[in-house]
């Protein structure tokens, strides 16, 4: 075993603590602590201009916000997603009582395959939930052409996508909602968090009864809702991640670059994007260990973290292959070939702003003395 530190796969952002302490005297002075309180309003409003949104929604995580948004669009019966993903994209389904329909990832962008969606439409069918793997942008005209025809909501699992833009502005305007993450480990993190970008006021305002109780005021409740609150002391510690997130992406995308060029080049290694139009966020640096690199993925992800490098096999196994799941029959791996194929061959390589250049080629070195 190396006596080498570990390098972990990710570190949180962390800005100076001293920093902290004059929102947290504003906390304890006004004594309020959560309820849409003003650090709450303040990070809503600087979220809306920073992310180039109209209507956001704070939350108190990422899988809430989820299982919130479906709610308030009143999805039910089959909802296509795909199985290269976190759990929590289906788990929320689940937790509504809708069916999962997994389709196929396209090989390039690991995103759902819009080619395999209409194969999976039933009478059941009320909407698609993809997801933009890695903050790569999904084909969000392929999708919204096939929902349009059929009828379907579509809900984008926007968890990795914190400042993601293509041509027209933020991926995040596109489908009928856009869910993100702020969990620790993100781009953007309120150290637990979420928020649903929704296109109106008035979607907005329902979104917002339903992760209060589906409370209107003091004596009306609208809703069976769910208490979904970001706390004053999350939204506090989000407005002091927005003063650094800029410097922080571009050190996620220096890395990343550092990473594709000294990679690129080696046989049996394939970086994974990027793609042309799409502004990134450096959220992940995912490679493909492909059959004619020396060692299998698992073999390397042995010998790395024998070097105290830590990646991980994000995302394996799928989510399909979980017992609630692989009896679903869109679950039967040769529905699936492509997504379980990526899932076995796939690691995320450590990647965080902190992340010196000298541990970034301690990495590419492991890698490449095989």
Known sequence: MSNQKNIFVTQPLLPPLEEFTPYLEKIWENKILTNSGPFHQQLEQELSEYLGVKNISLFTNGTIALVTALQSLRITGEVITTPYSFVATAHSLLWNGIKPV?????????????????????????????????????????IQEIADTYNLKVIYDAAHAFGV???????????????????????????????????????????????????????????????????EINSAFGLMQLKYIDDAIAQRKHISLTYREALEPVVGIRCVGPFDDQKSNGAYFPILVDPDFPLTRDELYEKLKSNNINPRRYFYPLISDFPMYRGLPSAQKGNLMVAESVAERVLCLPLYPSLSLADVNRVVEVITET
């Open 102 to 142: 997994f389709v196929d990832i396209d090989p390039e962008t690991l995103n759902m395959d819009p080619s395999k969606i209409e194969a999976a439409i039933t009478p059941q069918t009320t909407a698609i939930m993809p997801v933009h793997c890695y903050g790569h942008q999904c084909d969000v005209k392929a």
């Open 165 to 231: 833009s293509d041509s027209q502005g933020s991926i995040l305007n596109y489908g009928d909602l856009s869910v993100l993450s702020f969990h620790a480990t993100k781009v953007f993190n309120t150290i637990e968090g979420g928020a649903i970008i929704s296109p109106d006021a008035k979607t907005k305002q329902r979104i917002d009864n339903l992760k209060n109780f589906g409370i209107v005021d003091e004596s009306t409740v609208v809703a069976p809702g769910i208490n979904g609150k970001m706390s």
